[in-house]
């Protein structure tokens, strides 16, 4: 089989007088991590006791150390990643016994969620979605930042409010209610993609209400007063505030994470309300015996919930688009879950992409989940 | 003129730029022009850059605006109205449904591993259903449409007669009526709400795009590069059939996948015997007696060839 082997860069460089010159030389061919078919290539330059990859792919070591070119300051990993993968990491260097993490200085890709940035690394068959960048040619919404809203439950609370380009009073708009909202606008350019979305068709016209909670981890883990902020206080202010196509089938609740532990209960104690969910890498925690679930305490509202809902599931939407990553610890929940929603009747599509748990990823699948549960006019229109 | 029809002149897409004016005077067209964009809905009166490439004369005829008057004035036909499309719409899920269910059923029979005759005549089958859908999914559509209008008689209600009489007194001083594209259901609902076809009759027609689709006989909607899945082609509707046998598939290059042998034959196989013609950018069809005489546009075969540069 020896015929069969790739002879990878690293390999040549390790075969190669390993001076100062080669090393500049090797990392001013190439960009970094460096992929060759299926093997991707993690590397550092720099003295230091030991140097470790961190990652979030759910399945592999989260730290794998880097190893020395002998007689070199420059330190490698290589392993093989799936085609189509998409993986965030920083670099641990340890030095005088400590180890800091770093992004990857020779990386400039960078993915940023609401703790920093991460270094992005994809395998072959990967691309960014050209529809996530702004479109010339795309007529930007407008964006209320404030909207403020009196609730009886929470007091009072501010929402974002996204208008498309074209809006107009008298026209009726479905409605897309989206938790961690302001998230999702910085970190999964969601506002971007509306714009594009809806230039292309792919999507209607349609208002979206982005919201954010000052204390998602209770409010969010099936909390009562949460559903019912939203479904008798928020959306009924939303309805009588602007042009609203008050109909099930119009009317959608989204979130990723907790945000779609959030979207599912409320849908659930409100059944045939919300007509479409999207959630995304949803934190269904649940038992098959006992009530305790290894994530910890936050995540015990939530199994109690699952667990209910598993054992009797409910049709409470007609349309439910299911994401998750395959790197991310919560495919084993998704991947079980969704038997459950399809067992009731509801239209359930599920999609699984090979990343993790971050903005990106489900940046990444908005465009399959939003044209899947609104399709827009795209077949309707010949200009 | 003896019953003899107008000429008819259909054109591809108007994207990314307008040759609707060009098309115009290539049918030899002199003169003021009614100008349907109805297709745009709300933005049916932002036609000035149409309208510079018209060149001449243009009196839009404001078909959406006129509607959404009716709808607004006549709140019992509005009501009738809004429920036949709620019905109708409801027919075209089911109608999709079915049809998701014959794709699905035709792709799981032909990746068996049988003999090539049996697949052959398996695939004929599946074309066969896809067919019937089509035609039953249409006369549904048509006996509701058919009903409505006996029931409704909506060019006798006042409000409707009052825009026809605008309408036909526009057209009878115009030497031909330029149809663009846009969103089809939209067009072809004020078109028929109005009558302009019979209100025109004795123009001639330069429709482009969704325009010339609604001149034939059968609309079908088709995108093979839908944001999800795969793209299945379905039929619309009937449209006001100007323009016999021919199914016209506009913007090819965005819409349809011309290396796709094996989709492009079960589709054309789907309409035939009407001949498939696909229009891009600066595409022509020149009609006589609602027969296409002359093309130039890409023509799609049984066998799934396409052959760029037709010329009928």
Redesign the interface.
Known sequence: MDGMSITRAIDALASGPKDPAAVDAFLAAHTFPLVEGPAITFVFRGEAEAVNLKHWVYGLPSSQPLARLEGTDLWHLTFELPRGSRVEYKLEVVRGGAGQWFQDPLNQSLARDPFGANSVAHSEGYEVPEWIHPDPEARPGTMEDEHWVDSPTFGRRSVAVYLPA?F?RT?RYPLLVVHDGHDYLRYASLGTILDN?IQRL?IPDMIVVLTSSPNRLIEYADDERHARWLTEELVPHLERALPIDARPQTRCLMGASFGAVAALSTAWRYPGFYGRLLLQSGSFAFTDIGDRNHRGPLFDPVVAFMNRLRAQPIPMAERVFVSCGMYESLIYENRSFVPALQSTGMDV?YVEARDGHNWENWRDRL??GL??LFPG??????? | MGGLRPPILLVGTQDPRFDLGAAVREAGVRGKVALITAGWQERESEDSELVEDLGGPVVNLRLHERADDVFARDRDLSDAYKKRQRQLRLLNDFYRIRLDHAFEAARAISVRHVDEDLLDEERHVSVEELRHLDRDHLERCVVRQVAFDARWKPAQRPIVAEHRREIAKILASSRAVVLAGGHVASLLNRMKLFGVVDLAAGLPWIAAAGGAMVLTERIFLFHDFPPHGTGIAEVFDVGFGLVKDVVVLPDPRRRIRLDDRQGIARFVQRIAPATCVAMDSGARLWVERGRVVRAFAHRLFQDGTVEPGWTG
């Open positions: 074209r107009r026209r979305l792919e599509r465009r399959e044209s899947w006019p795209l077949l309707l229109v010949y200009e």
